[in-house]
């Protein structure tokens, strides 16, 4: 496991993209969550959860992260390398679960930045949007024991959308295949389910679907109204990703490379 764990350390830190589109997500998520906290003022009357707004540029940086996970694994397959990876390590779990290891390892690393940089940026730019303590509102704080939930549960959030992306690009190998595949379980899966119509059914739709329900560990107010309680959300995305990578795992030891 040792050697398996060097070499695909060895491949994600010498490709290019790798640091770039960890870059990326860190930047993209800190910059939407501090455009949307300094989009939204404060109206009196209304509730504004102000530690789900500034941890809104995950929506985006799962995007990156999970384009990150897919080449991880894909691009091994479209160059034919992988050949040389599992001539190397025979042993074909071992391989998906050493690139999984580092993946999640560097996800979490690049993820833990980017919540800190947009709890600290919520912090700066929200009073000065009206949501003081005059108002009810606390300022975001990682000491706030709700936040640091929703900032903790983030960071998982995002290692569990790597490891989901790894195990459907294992499954699927076409990188375009399993990029439509991912964005379109996260992002299409909310539309359906809002179109069908009918809020018993919706609300369902919602505890199953990948993203809305594991981002409900963002929420910190109105926890009682959720589809879905906020641990429970994350159990529910860490479910999706045992299934992927169950699934990618026995797909890539049956299948000829």
Not at 98 to 106: D, F, P, S, T
Not at 110 to 121: D, E, P, R, T, Y
Not at 219 to 229: C, K, R
Request: hydrophobic letters at 60%.
């Amino acid at each position: 496991m040792t050697h398996a764990l060097r070499a695909e350390w060895t491949k994600l830190r010498t490709v290019s993209a790798t640091a770039w589109l960890l870059v990326g997500a860190i930047v993209l998520t800190v910059a939407l969550g501090a455009a949307v906290a300094h989009a939204v003022t404060y109206s009196a009357g209304a509730t504004q959860d102000i530690t789900k707004l500034s941890l809104t540029g995950v929506y985006i940086g799962q995007a990156i992260v999970a384009i990150l996970a897919v080449q991880a694994i894909s691009a091994e397959y479209s160059c034919g390398m992988i050949r040389v990876t599992l001539t190397a390590i025979p042993r074909r779990p071992v391989v998906l679960a050493a690139k999984a290891a580092v993946l999640g390892v560097l996800v979490l690393a690049a993820g833990a930045i980017a919540i800190l940089g947009s709890v600290l940026a919520g912090g700066v730019i929200l009073p000065a949007s009206g949501f003081t303590a005059a108002h009810g509102y606390v300022r975001l704080s990682l000491g706030h024991g709700a936040t640091l939930r929703a900032a903790g549960g983030s960071v998982l959030y995002l290692g569990l959308i790597a490891l989901f992306s790894l195990g459907i690009a294992a499954a699927v190998r076409e990188a375009a295949v399993a990029i439509g595949t991912v964005l379109g379980l996260l992002y299409v899966f909310p539309i359906v389910a809002a179109l069908i119509g009918g809020a018993h059914l919706q609300r369902h739709l919602d505890q199953i679907a990948p993203m809305t329900a594991g981002l409900a560990i963002q929420d910190t107010v109105n926890l009682g109204h959720l589809p879905i309680a906020p641990w429970a959300g994350l159990g529910v995305l860490a479910g999706w990703t045992a299934a992927a990578l169950l699934a990618g795992g026995l797909l890539l030891k049956v299948r000829d490379a």
